[in-house]
C-alpha cells in the first residue's frame, strides 16, 4: 500500500531542511515491519509544496507502527508540526499488477 501527504513548509523553513529531517526520520521508520521505501517530491513551480510517499507490505503494518516511541522521530514530528503544514492525501492499495517498462525499472 501507498501512504500520501503534501507539505507545505513555512518560511523560513525550507524544503531542504524538511528534506534533512524526513531523511533521518525515515532512515528510522524504514526499520519497523513492512516498510518498503519512501520518496520526496518538489512540487514543480512551488518550492515550498513537497509530496511524499511510503510504502509498506500493508495497511496493518503501516498502522502497527509507532513514530512517538523513538526520541528521533519525535522531536523530528515536533518540529515538523511547528514549521510545516501537512495534509494527508490518503491510502491507496497497490494495484493486483502493474507493469513497468525494464527501463524505469533499472532507474
Given at each position: 500500500m501507498k501512504f500520501l501527504f503534501e507539505v507545505r513548509v513555512k518560511p523560513p523553513y525550507t524544503a531542504e531542511d524538511y528534506a534533512a529531517a524526513w531523511v533521518r526520520a525515515s532512515e528510522i521508520i524504514q526499520q519497523a515491519?513492512?516498510?518498503?521505501?519512501?520518496?520526496?517530491?518538489?512540487?514543480?513551480?512551488?518550492?515550498?509544496?513537497?509530496?511524499?510517499?511510503?510504502?509498506?507490505?500493508?495497511?496493518?503494518?503501516?498502522?502497527?507502527?509507532?513514530?512517538?516511541?523513538?526520541?528521533?522521530?519525535?522531536?523530528?514530528?515536533?518540529?515538523?508540526?511547528?514549521?510545516?503544514e501537512i495534509t494527508v492525501i490518503g491510502e491507496f492499495e497497490d494495484p493486483a499488477w502493474q507493469v513497468v517498462p525494464t527501463a524505469h525499472a533499472e532507474r
Open positions: 515491519p513492512g516498510a518498503r521505501g519512501t520518496y520526496l517530491h518538489r512540487r514543480i513551480g512551488d518550492p515550498h509544496r513537497l509530496l511524499a510517499i511510503a510504502h509498506w507490505d500493508s495497511k496493518a503494518a503501516r498502522d502497527a507502527k509507532d513514530d512517538r516511541r523513538d526520541a528521533t522521530v519525535r522531536a523530528i514530528l515536533e518540529k515538523h508540526a511547528e514549521t510545516c
